[in-house]
C-alpha cells in the first residue's frame, strides 16, 4: 500500500519568504509527526498531531513554524520569514495509533533550502 | 545538552563481519530504545527495538544488548552485508511517551564488498 508522502521533494526559497511543506499520511492513521533532520544530524522532534488537534507542540523552534491538519489527514507544515538556519530535510511520519506498540512510518521528507 | 549519544560517528566493517554500534543516554525516564536505519534520500524506518526490562533482543542478523545500570545499548549486525550500508540511529523515548522520539546523531555504516 501507499506509504507516506511529502511534497515537494525539494523546495528552494529566498531568505524572509513563507513556505508550505505537505504531508499524507498513511491512510487511517490517526497520529502525524513532523521532524527535521539537518545535515549530519538525527531527525528532531516539531510537533505531533493526534487527530486535528496538536498534541504536542514543544519541538518547534519558534513562532515562525507553524503546522496544521484541519481534517485530521494531510498536514502543512509553514514557515514564515524562512532563514538560512531553517535549511534542512523536514520529515513526516504517521502512525495507527500515538503510543504504544504502533511504529512510525516515515516519509522520504522534503529538503528546504533558503538561500 | 544531548540526550541520546552515539558511536562511533563512521564505521567501516568488511562483509560477513559484526558491526556494533554503541549509544549511551542519561535520562533515567526512558524506556522505549529503538533503531532506525536510513538510506538516502529516504526517511528512517524502525529496525529493531527493545524496553527495559530485557537485556538482548534479537530479531534475525540484527541485536540489541541493552545495560539498564550502565545507560547502555548497542545494536550488533551479525554477518554485515552490502546492503546494510546506510545511516543507523539510535533513540529513546520516554515513559508512556512512545510517540516523542529523541534520535542520536546517527552512524554511517559502510560494508565492503
Known amino acids: 500500500g501507499a506509504g507516506v508522502s511529502q511534497t515537494p521533494s525539494n523546495k528552494v526559497t529566498e531568505k524572509g519568504k513563507y513556505v508550505e511543506l505537505r504531508c499524507d499520511p498513511i491512510?487511517?492513521?490517526?497520529?502525524l509527526y513532523w521532524y527535521r533532520q539537518s545535515l549530519g544530524q538525527g531527525p528532531e522532534f516539531l510537533i505531533y498531531f493526534q487527530g486535528t488537534g496538536a498534541a504536542d507542540d514543544s519541538g518547534l523552534p519558534n513562532d515562525r513554524f507553524f503546522a496544521v491538519r484541519p481534517e485530521g489527514s494531510v498536514s502543512t507544515l509553514k514557515i514564515q520569514r524562512t532563514e538560512r538556519g531553517d535549511s534542512a530535510v523536514y520529515l513526516c511520519a504517521s502512525s495507527l495509533t500515538p503510543s504504544g506498540t504502533y511504529e512510525q512510518y516515515f516519509g522520504p521528507g522534503t529538503r528546504l533550502t533558503v538561500t | 545538552q544531548q540526550q541520546v549519544k552515539q558511536s562511533p560517528q563512521s564505521l567501516i566493517v568488511q562483509k560477513g563481519g559484526i558491526s556494533i554500534i554503541n549509544c549511551a543516554y542519561e535520562?533515567?525516564?526512558?524506556?522505549?530504545f529503538p533503531w532506525y536505519q536510513q538510506f538516502p534520500g529516504k526517511g528512517p524506518a524502525l529496525l529493531i527495538a527493545?524496553?527495559?526490562?530485557?537485556s538482548e533482543k534479537k530479531e534475525g542478523r540484527f541485536t540489541i544488548s541493552f545495560n539498564k545500570s550502565a545507560k547502555q545499548f548497542s545494536l550488533h549486525i551479525m554477518d554485515s552485508q552490502p546492503g546494510d550500508s546506510a545511516t543507523y540511529f539510535c533513540?529513546?523515548?520516554?515513559?508512556?511517551?512512545?510517540?516523542?522520539?529523541?534520535f542520536g546523531k546517527g552512524t554511517r555504516l559502510h560494508i565492503l564488498p
Open positions: 535520562n533515567t525516564a526512558f524506556d522505549y
Open positions: 533513540a529513546a523515548s520516554p515513559l508512556n511517551r512512545d510517540d516523542k522520539i529523541i
Open positions: 527493545i524496553r527495559p526490562d530485557v
Open positions: 491512510s487511517g492513521h490517526t497520529a
